[in-house]
């Protein structure tokens, strides 16, 4: 199984950007998405969960500016991005718990966001 994250990008304050993560390879099911980030200097935090049965989880410095969403058919996961803060930037990587049957989580390769000032 693997992950491809694409979309970042360097982008003005207050701007949008979406991100995308394709899983493929022998997937059974695909349990919970989720989105990390890794600023400079800091330690990768969550930014969003998502679970096959809707449970969504956003943390808090990107609620209501940010919002996941799932394409099934696709395995692919989404993150719009929207009215961006310079705090925003760094790269940011999808997670997902896969079941092939056997369940493990699976890490993208990350995708780098930059939010200019």
């Known amino acids: 199984v693997q992950l491809q994250a694409s979309g970042g990008g360097l982008v003005q304050a207050g701007g949008s950007l979406r991100l995308s993560c394709a899983a493929s390879g022998s997937i059974y099911s695909i349990n919970a998405w989720g989105w990390y980030r890794q600023a400079p200097g800091k330690q990768r935090e969550l930014v969003v969960v998502?679970?096959?049965?809707?449970?969504?989880h956003y943390a808090d410095s990107v609620k209501g500016r940010f919002t996941i969403s799932r394409d099934n058919a696709k395995n692919t996961v989404y993150l719009q991005m929207n009215s961006l803060k310079p705090e925003d930037t760094g790269v940011y990587y999808c997670?997902?718990?896969?079941?092939?049957?056997?369940?493990?989580?699976?890490w993208g390769q990350g995708t780098k966001v930059t939010v200019s000032s």
């Open positions: 998502r679970t096959r049965t809707g449970f969504t």
């Open positions: 997670q997902a718990n896969i079941a092939t049957p056997s369940e493990n989580n699976y």
